[in-house]
């Protein structure tokens, strides 16, 4: 395919006011929702196989996360913005749910059904029912059939002939029980044929492909049938229209797929736990060609448990996925699956983790190249190793920090360390810049876990080679990348985990470290900011530090004197900002500037020495601190801003074991120079005005929703209000009397230390125009869109962002793109769910067939496909981005001929051409392709930006094309 052009034209937007949400993409979900982990999935090619339409992944899921597990049923459905729900709950259980698609007559259409198990729950009967999705909701498709569902599927007896598709399913009265088969006509079941035992899975094979002959309904399990010499065990029967026939296998049978590889309609693979078919011995694996069965490679010496089918990487045809509970195959390394291509076998990685019971393979990206995903469970294969199918493998966030990856400082990415809450295994450290999520699973990092409670950004050019890294401290002791032991404090520079220097000599210089910052003593002087940590430590090696300490390029040092009791809150406080006077060091809790002399509850450092009992108040101490300029660059000063907590008396018959004193918060307190006042708006009051807002300020952030914009920073306080298991944020603007819960919702779960941990305020563009977004993180296991009347399950994280949509990414190439087909895709974000529109030339673009011989597919979707491109597709386009609060329109992307050297694409060679390639060369040299942030340094379009760029540019640079 020719080159493309990036013009680099402005984005625009529509103004807003007080226009936000929370951001709902493929990253909102975690693992305590489980699509695909229980039942059974299907991809709806709703429109055919011929359609503009790009197929979906629809998928049966439950919440699953201690006693918030749910019996009931949602029904998601994968999109390019991610999981979107269809319709309401289903009451089925969930291990027997079976979607599948049935073509209808009218147009090619396929339909969605949905087959289940009801059970009642008053008396324990069980029906298995059929739904079908009219488009908005689930509606009842016939009557049900007594017993519990064990398969099911779309059967079509007569291909293009007037019998229309119908439903096929497996019942069994009781567990245990003989199954038998049903299909529904009309809205009546009637049972096919007599055979009976213990029937596990269904499957339409059709002999002959696009021959005259009708596709068969074959039923694979266990029974027994009568033969010359006896009842003998069978695995497999075909439906002949009047009775059901043996098919030979003599043994059960798990698994059944058709795979393309022989014969016209390709052969019906079968797979379980068999050695023998009427045609000779075998493997636990055997094709039937239409005459006779036959073993598929040498098999496997354990259970085929589930089959498939995946499209082949390069050419055409179909490599066969087999499943099961082997480690090896063919003497390959597969741990649970394997894919044989017709002459050899290969592995997946480390497997699923588990052993699968279904197969599915799925192309998001429909005629693009790249290996379609396989999908089995909750997980998916993407080619290189298997991942949550949830796009988020987030568990409980336990703290979280923005950074600037110092492998492209232009980008501001959000960093979380996360904790294996789930069950997943998944702990470790993963970074996401507003458009795709990199998981990064050390061995440092996958044993840190929970035990990280901050992180923060740093720069000291005498231990990190002046680049900023990303300081994780926390209740750890563990081995850093380099297998050198490091407790409670280390670095990420976005690569490797790393001790602190005195870690590797001591063991360790900071045991449970809970807070950090960095503290300037000279303000805009010459010095650099140190860096802080306080916690819960009493040394440094062999020197004595106690709760507070500083680095000093080589050493933890103590910080002035020592503070001794418990540090609840650290925050440095510039009052002035730039102006004269000096910043402060501010810590909070119960802290004793000596062993008995008495808790005070803050300590200023002014670079030189402590000052106690300062900011005196009545309670017992503070949960968090923050600072908080309320009129921006107005004449206010900046000022702490605190929660308090006090001790209200004892717990009625609280026992030894138990926390036997009972605390109450009262949430955000500003410091007005000489007393702390009520943040809510009630007066001086210190007691609490609002009862049905009591419990604790987990975090207290600063927020400027608007980055360079004339509204002011608000207020953000997070923690459990109302009741014990809601995580709420309040939201105070300078000048409004009382809070507001944050606009559209709250974060909420079942558990008792359901709570935010982390308000993290992130400017993904650096000053750009897309206001700074807040991303929340923390134990929570539900988003209650309050604007929307909807619930969304989360993984521990949670982003809010006011305004339209930016665009961060493109439009630019997909890095899928080859001959057959293009994607030109963007990146943007957004509150609230967005909508895509493309444009060619100015011209809103339709899907369907061109004149020019191309299908242009789905054009609602982030990634505009264009299938046979030809000359006819040239020329700009652009997409629009919208959501509640307005539109935003991408920069153009110009699909064509392009002279190399007109780098900046403004049809003018100039030395501007030349410095922006530099630039992005720079930034891109050995990345793959699409890469640039001013164009596209691939110039000779092997999709790696090397030297041989380079060259061709100097070239085309120099000859003025």
């Not at 949430?667 to 943040?679: F, K, M, Q, V, Y």
Request: aromatic residues 10%.
């Amino acid at each position: 395919m020719n080159r493309v052009l990036l013009l680099m034209c402005g984005l625009s937007a529509q103004a807003h006011a007080q226009c936000g949400g929370w951001i709902h993409d493929k990253y909102t979900y975690g693992p305590n929702f489980e699509p695909g982990g229980h039942g059974r999935g299907v991809i709806w090619d709703i429109d055919g196989s011929n359609g503009a339409r790009l197929p979906r992944l629809v998928l049966p899921a439950r919440y699953n996360y201690g006693p918030f597990s749910s019996s009931a049923v949602d029904v998601v459905m994968r999109t390019s913005s991610g999981w979107n729900f269809m319709g309401a709950r289903v009451a089925f259980e969930p291990d027997s749910v079976r979607l599948l698609t049935i073509a209808t007559l009218a147009g090619g259409q396929r339909e969605v059904f949905i087959a289940g198990t009801r059970r009642e729950v008053s008396t324990g009967v069980k029906t298995c029912e059929v739904l079908r999705w009219s488009g908005t909701t689930w509606v009842s498709y016939g009557t049900g059939v007594s017993g519990e569902l064990v398969d099911a599927i779309g059967w079509d007896p007569d291909g293009d002939g007037p019998v229309k598709p119908r439903v096929v399913i497996i019942a069994r009265q009781a567990s245990g029980a003989a199954a038998t088969v049903h299909q529904l006509i009309g809205a009546a079941w009637h049972r096919v044929g007599t055979i009976e035992g213990d029937l596990r899975v269904l499957h339409g094979w059709d002999p002959d492909g696009n021959g005259p002959l009708a596709e068969v309904l074959v039923c694979a399990g266990s029974f027994t049938v009568d033969g010359p010499d006896g009842a003998r065990e069978e695995g497999v029967a075909v439906w002949s229209g009047a009775a059901w026939e043996a098919m030979g296998v003599r043994g059960p049978v798990n698994a059944m797929t058709t795979w393309g590889s022989g014969g016209s309609g390709g052969l019906l693979v079968v797979g379980g736990d068999f050695t023998l078919t009427e045609d000779g011995p075998v493997s636990r694996l055997a094709a039937w060609d239409g005459a006779a069965w036959s073993g598929v490679s040498s098999g496997s010496s354990e259970r085929i448990t589930a089959l498939g089918t995946i499209p082949r990487e390069a050419g055409d045809g179909e490599d066969l996925v087999v499943g099961g509970a082997f480690s090896m195959i063919g003497g390959v390394s597969a741990p649970r699956c394997a894919i044989w291509d017709g002459a050899a076998w290969r592995g997946t990685g480390s497997g699923p983790p588990v052993v699968p019971a279904w197969l599915l393979s799925h192309d998001p990206d429909g005629p693009l190249s790249g290996a379609p995903e396989i999908l089995t469970g909750s997980w998916k294969w993407s080619g290189r190793e298997w991942h949550s199918v949830n796009d988020m493998t987030l568990a409980g966030v336990a703290t979280a920090g923005a950074w600037n990856d110092p492998r492209d400082p232009s980008r501001s990415v959000i960093t979380m360390l996360h904790a294996d809450d789930s069950g997943t295994g998944r702990t470790g450290i993963s970074t996401w810049d507003g458009v795709s999520l990199q998981e990064h699973h050390g061995t440092a990092l996958a044993e840190i876990g929970e035990g990280a409670k901050r992180m923060m950004r740093w720069r000291d050019a005498s231990d990190l080679d002046g680049r900023e890294a990303l300081v994780v401290a926390g209740w750890f002791d563990v081995l850093d990348d380099e297998g050198r032991r490091t407790i409670g404090i280390g670095t990420w520079d976005g690569d490797v985990f790393r001790g602190f220097p005195d870690a590797i000599a001591d063991g360790g210089p900071l045991d449970r470290v809970t807070l950090l910052t960095t503290f300037d003593p000279d303000g805009n002087g010459p010095s650099s900011p140190e860096l802080i940590a306080a916690g819960s430590f009493a040394r440094s090696g062999a020197e004595p530090i106690y709760n507070i300490a500083k680095w000093d390029g080589s050493l933890w040092r103590p910080l002035g004197g020592q503070l001794h009791g418990l540090v609840f809150g650290l925050v440095s406080w510039d009052a002035d900002e730039d102006g004269p006077g000096e910043p402060l060091l501010l810590a909070s809790g119960q802290i004793e500037p000596a062993p008995g002399q008495g808790a005070t509850r803050f300590a200023l450092w002014d670079g030189a020495s402590w000052a106690y009992g300062v900011m005196s108040v009545p309670f017992v101490g503070t949960e968090t601190l923050t600072v908080w300029d309320s009129d921006g660059v107005g004449p206010r000063a900046i000022a702490p801003v605190a929660g308090f907590f006090y001790e209200s008396g004892t717990v009625p018959g609280c026992e030894w074991w138990e926390i036997c004193q009972e605390f109450v918060t009262i949430t955000a307190h500003i410091w007005e120079g000489a007393r702390w006042e009520s943040a809510w708006g009630f007066g001086t009051s210190w007691w609490w005005d609002e009862p049905e807002r009591s419990g604790w300020a987990d975090v207290l952030t600063t927020w400027d929703s608007d980055g360079d914009g004339p509204e002011p920073p608000s207020l953000l306080v997070g923690g459990r209000f109302e009741t014990d298991v809601n995580s709420t944020i309040y939201r105070k603007k300078a000048g409004e009397f009382g809070v507001r819960e944050l606009w559209g919702g709250r974060l909420e779960g079942e558990q008792y230390w359901t709570h935010a941990r982390v308000i993290e305020v992130v400017d993904l563009d650096n000053s750009g125009p897309i206001p700074p977004l807040l991303v929340v993180g923390g134990r929570f296991e539900r988003l209650v869109d309050t604007i929307r009347a909807r619930t969304f399950p989360t993984g521990g994280m949670a982003r809010y962002m006011e305004g339209p949509p930016g665009v961060l990414v493109g439009p630019r190439l997909s890095g899928a793109s080859n001959s057959d087909a293009i994607g030109i895709e963007v990146g943007a974000i957004g509150p609230g769910f967005m909508q895509y529109a493309w444009y060619r030339d100015g011209a809103v673009l339709a899907p369907g067939t061109t004149a020019g011989g191309s299908t242009i597919h789905d054009t609602t979707r982030s990634v505009l496909i264009i299938s046979n491109p030809s000359e006819s597709d040239w020329g700009e386009y652009h997409c629009v981005v919208t959501n509640a609060c307005g539109s935003t329109v991408s920069r153009v992307f110009v699909l064509g001929p392009r002279c190399a050297a007109d780098y900046g694409g403004d049809t003018v060679v100039d030395i501007l051409d030349f410095l922006d390639f530099i630039e992005d060369f720079a930034a891109c040299q050995a990345r793959p392709f699409p890469c640039g942030m001013l164009g596209d340094a691939d110039i000779n379009g092997d999709t790696l930006v090397d030297i041989l760029d380079f060259l061709d540019f100097m070239d085309a640079f120099a000859s003025g094309c």
